[in-house]
């Protein structure tokens, strides 16, 4: 299997064992063992989640577990469509998710994902800012604390 075909497989395997129907299905373990350490999590745009998550601790941590806290049940997105080249694969997705509040949160991502050696060093997140801080909210504005976090415009 070539390495495109063997990246797309290993995304599509993600994302179906995360956005399984049932909260208590839903499972990460794929996607946070195959997370590089110092993997980087790249938020584009100019608005306050816009920022690069550096290390594996960091995108756990301060980008997916804030993105818990504000949620009532564990996180969905749904794959659409992957697209792969080389170390590469871009997914296009549409998230099912109600905040703690009951606010519908079903934002339409595209994320690209690198590759190297079957582990995620790179993903970059596309998606609608609007959203995203009308219903979760802004991202809490802290400086780089040694954690991975630079705040700012994402590149």
């Known amino acids: 299997m070539s390495d495109t075909a063997s990246n797309k497989r ?3 395997q993600i994302f179906a064992a995360a956005g399984d129907p049932d909260p208590a ?3 990460r373990a794929l996607f946070v063992e195959r997370l590089a350490d110092d993997a980087v999590w790249t938020v584009t745009g100019q608005y306050s989640w816009s920022r690069s998550f550096t290390g594996k601790q960091s995108i756990l941590s301060d980008l997916h577990g804030h993105v818990r806290s504000r949620l009532a049940e564990r996180t969905r997105t749904i794959a659409h469509r992957f697209i792969a080249d080389g170390d590469c694969v871009a997914v296009e997705a549409k998230g099912c998710n109600v905040t703690r509040e009951g606010v519908r949160y079903d934002n339409d991502y595209c994320l690209v994902f690198r590759l190297e050696g ?3 060093k790179e993903i970059r997140e596309y ?5 995203t801080e009308k219903a979760l909210g802004k991202f ?3 400086a780089s604390d ?3 976090v630079k705040t700012g415009a994402a590149q």
């Open 146 to 148: 040694g954690a991975g």
């Open 140 to 142: 809490p504005d802290r």
């Open 118 to 120: 079957g582990r995620i």
């Open 25 to 27: 299905m839903r499972d």
């Open 127 to 131: 998606c609608d800012s609007v959203l």
């Open 10 to 12: 290993l995304i599509q």
